[in-house]
């Protein structure tokens, strides 16, 4: 596959970690993608793509593309032979600056671009990425209809700078301490995440924390799990077990075996380091 990635110029990259653009076949017809602090939206250049979000039960198609904010819970996706896109890796609260609904109304539930800026706008911005010269023209073009969509947004830089604290922190950082520095309760804080980021500062810490802990394993080498959990600061391997569960539906053992079969039939993969087979 072709894997096209930059960084935007400010103010974007203030709410988005990177744009990208994407072409070729899957490595495999599903994958499933584990929760983890970043929000995504997809503009779809070829065939449609079906996923199945949170507790939903069927797989929904999704032709123009769609958007989903930070997920709390495994994504499946399912990829037509060939798939072409670009698409935008946000920050947690990235998307508020885009949308016209509190991020909790989307959180699990992924929607269409259509139904985040209407048909209109979305088919005149596919047809000009669909006949841009290259990805880098097509990255330059989704980038000039960001920056001209960006609004502001109440609380934003509340939220922005404790969501930076949070990260940096990889979630080891304590709320009540966040809520003391910021100047705010811990109910008000929790209330401008609900709406900007749809979790709380809380559950996006734990999202911060998992996924580091997770990134950090090298599948390729045996995984001492209690020394893992120690690390990572839980408060003792069953705990950790609990939570891997609770964010992937799959014990660490069984993740490891997936990670250790993608890696194995598709060395060096671009997609090879956070999805996972579904198949």
Not at 3 to 8: C, G, K, L, T
Not at 60 to 65: C, H, I, N, R, V
């Amino acid at each position: 596959m072709e894997y096209v990635s930059r960084v935007p110029r400010s103010p974007l990259d203030g709410v988005i970690d990177d744009l990208y653009y994407l072409e070729g076949t899957p490595p495999y017809a599903r994958l499933m993608l584990p929760p983890s602090p970043s929000a995504l939206l997809i503009v779809n250049l070829g065939e449609p793509f079906r996923i199945r979000g949170g507790t939903e039960l069927e797989m929904a198609e999704y032709a123009d593309g769609c958007v989903l904010t930070t997920p709390t819970r495994a994504v499946e996706f399912s990829y037509p032979f060939r798939t072409r896109s670009v698409g935008v890796h946000f920050k947690p609260w990235g998307p508020a600056a885009f949308l016209p609904m509190p991020a909790a109304e989307l959180c699990n539930r992924p929607v269409t671009i259509e139904q985040v800026w209407g048909r209109p706008a979305v088919a005149e911005l596919r047809d000009r990425l669909a006949t841009a010269g290259g990805p880098h023209e097509m990255l330059t073009l989704l980038e000039e209809e960001l920056v001209r969509r960006l609004r502001e947004t109440a609380g934003m830089e509340l939220v922005r700078r404790t969501g930076g604290v949070i990260a940096a922190t990889g979630g080891a950082v304590s709320i009540g301490d966040l809520s003391v520095a910021a100047g705010v309760s811990t109910t008000h804080l929790a209330q401008r995440f609900k709406e900007l980021v749809g979790v709380t500062p809380k559950r996006l810490a734990r999202s911060y924390r998992f996924t580091t802990t997770v990134l950090a394993i090298d599948p390729a080498e045996p995984v001492d799990w209690s020394d893992v959990a120690a690390r990572a600061g839980y408060f003792d391997q069953a705990h950790f077990g609990h939570e891997f569960r609770a964010f992937t539906g799959l014990t660490p053992t069984r993740y490891v075996e997936v990670r250790r079969r993608f890696l194995r039939e598709h060395p060096g993969h671009t997609l090879d380091s956070w999805p996972l087979p579904a198949d």
